[in-house]
């Protein structure tokens, strides 16, 4: 229990500090709401938000676009990660389109990508998917090419399948490096859902960033979508940690 | 230590007499012979003959890098050798063996595998049932000592107890031929001394074949029927040293003035191969330069006409 407020205080304690931070800028600086809304404001549009039934929609479009992409993402990202690390040929092969794909912004392509596969669920699941593959991949090739090579001559010497090998001795010995790739490719996989999103849609909490902002100038509404978009990446992130505590605390 | 240690002696196996092992195998080494294409050319095995009978125990001993440990992966399986070739009972071994089970110098048990998860690993590689599985490692663990140690992942035991688990693993699929490469040498000498007497109730309980490589002359004699002395690379049989110790041998044994003289004859060996400068330069010391015998002579050859710079009874050979 004593551990646990450890934990707990210093996360509330900079909270605290950041909304008063955040209330004394708006009053000393005296900022009408439509260029910064006081904390107060902006919880009180949150909640509104919430109980009208506004925000979900947006909430959920979001939500099934980050974890869809994600695993989509993720899956192709781990399959390519193997085959890097037990093929030096596919490493070259591949590597100069990875980090070509890699260099450009994600934010030049999305235009493009919208056009190409339309302004609903298509696009931005194509948009996280490239976002969220480079990580995984890289964090996979180099958490398989470090397993030790002993490991992998004990399960020779047992006959394992190149299949066995793959599944009961590298991809376990790998998994801290890969869930260190994934935890990076969930807040990458939020990005990659607002950015297709402000290239074009319908729904989704990037939408309703540009709505507030534009048609309905509601600058604490705003306000709110970002509250929730914060949200929404914070719970992903700790439930990534939390499959990691549970997969590998215990080594 | 904050590590789990287990009871020297383990629980006799749940199904009672059930054979822990496939019958031993007689194996047969012949002109196997290895070059490694590196960025050098390196020649690690030279024309290596040996016959084991079956259920013989034997030690392989020689310098650093004289290619033992090669030997040993050749004879599992998991190295081709250039030339010649062994076989099993009669039949060659073509790659890694299912009649072969291999303990390594490090324990290399799976981290996020429990005990009982290590040992079934091989089992599970085969397409065994659960069912199957349970009880064979159920067996294993019992006869190691470990059945209370099951659940215990591999970073809370001891070094020991984890080289028990190996040998466990080592033991799943019930192979005819155990090969063991350095095993012990991570103990410290207490428990080495302790795992010796128990791998060899060990070997007395499943009846394996056993090819043992060991930096340890006291471990070698004490273990084998037969010690064979490998030269520096590129590794031959220089030397092949009877051990008429009769068994059940006892840890006690290793102080009897028996195991003592054997050692000495062990340890002359080394010597002449390991390093033939010192060997020579002892030799000249003693007056008897140009009477080092040759690199290959067998320890039949050599007793004889044995130069005055051997002596089994030298006080410093036996501090």
């Known amino acids: ?251 | 230590m904050a590590t789990q240690e287990a009871p020297a002696t383990g629980m006799p196996p749940v199904i009672a007499p059930a054979p822990t092992s496939a019958p031993p195998a007689g194996i047969s080494v012949s002109g196997v012979s290895l070059t490694f294409h590196g960025a050098r050319i390196t020649h690690v095995l030279d024309g290596i003959d040996i016959a084991i009978r079956p259920r013989e125990v034997v030690a392989l001993i020689g310098p650093n890098g004289c290619g033992k440990s090669t030997l040993l992966r050749v004879l599992g399986g998991l190295i081709p050798a250039d030339a010649g070739g062994v076989t099993i009972d009669g039949d060659p071994v073509t790659g890694p063996d299912p009649r072969v089970g291999l303990v390594f110098q490090e324990p290399r048990l799976l981290a996020w595998r429990s005990a009982e998860d290590n040992v079934r690993f091989p089992m599970e590689l085969a397409g065994w049932s659960k069912a199957h599985q349970e009880a064979r490692a159920e067996v294993l663990l019992g006869l190691v000592g470990l059945r209370e140690f099951a659940n215990a992942r591999p970073a809370t035991l001891s070094g020991g107890t984890r080289q028990r688990v190996a040998i466990a693993r080592a033991l799943a699929l019930e192979p005819s031929l155990l090969l063991l490469d350095e095993p012990f040498s991570a103990l410290d000498a207490l428990t080495r001394e302790r795992f010796n007497a128990e791998l060899l109730r060990l070997w007395d309980r499943t009846g394996t074949t056993i090819v043992l490589v060991t930096h340890s002359i006291p471990e070698a004699v004490f273990l084998a029927d037969r010690v064979l002395v490998l030269s520096p690379r590129p590794g031959r049989i220089v030397a092949e040293i009877s051990v008429d110790l009769p068994r059940p041998r006892r840890i006690a044994d290793m102080d009897s003035a028996f195991v003592s003289h054997v050692a000495a004859e062990v340890r002359a060996h080394l010597v002449d191969t390991t390093d033939d400068s010192i060997a020579m330069e002892e030799a000249r010391i003693a007056g008897e330069a140009g009477t080092v015998p040759a690199v290959r002579s067998r320890h039949a050859e050599t007793a004889p006409g044995t130069p005055a710079w051997f002596d089994p009874f030298r006080p410093e050979d036996e501090a």
């Not at chain 1, 910064?36 to 039934?53: K, M, N, Q």
């Open chain 1, 1 to 251: 229990m004593k551990r646990r407020a450890g934990l707990v205080l210093p996360v509330v304690a900079s909270l605290v500090v950041f909304v008063l931070a955040w209330q004394l800028i708006v009053f000393v600086a005296g900022y009408p709401s439509f260029i910064l809304p006081g904390p107060y404001t902006v919880a009180e549009r949150f909640i509104r938000a919430w109980s009208d039934g506004m925000m979900w929609p947006h909430t959920q479009t979001t939500l099934v676009e980050v974890l869809l992409g994600f695993a989509i993402g993720a899956s192709i990202g781990l399959v390519t990660g193997i085959g890097l690390a037990r093929s030096r040929l596919a490493e070259r092969l591949l590597s100069p389109y990875l980090v070509a794909a890699q260099a450009t912004p994600i934010l030049a392509l999305a235009p493009l990508i919208v056009l190409w596969f339309g302004s609903g669920l298509p696009s931005k699941l194509v948009i996280c998917t490239l976002i969220v593959f480079f990580p995984v991949a890289i964090a996979t090739m180099v958490g398989i090419r470090s397993v030790d090579p002993r490991l992998l001559e004990m399960a020779r010497s047992f006959r394992a399948t190149e299949w066995q090998t793959i599944t009961r001795v590298e991809v376990p010995a790998a998994l801290p490096a890969i869930l260190g790739g994934l935890r990076v490719g969930i807040t990458l996989a939020v990005i990659g859902a607002i950015v297709g999103e402000w290239a074009g849609g319908e729904t989704g909490l990037g939408v309703l960033i540009n709505i507030a902002r534009g048609s309905l100038f509601d600058i604490p509404l705003m306000f709110a979508t970002l509250l929730t978009l914060a949200l929404v990446g914070v719970s992903l992130y700790l439930v990534m940690v939390l499959i990691e505590r549970r997969l590998v605390g215990e080594r």
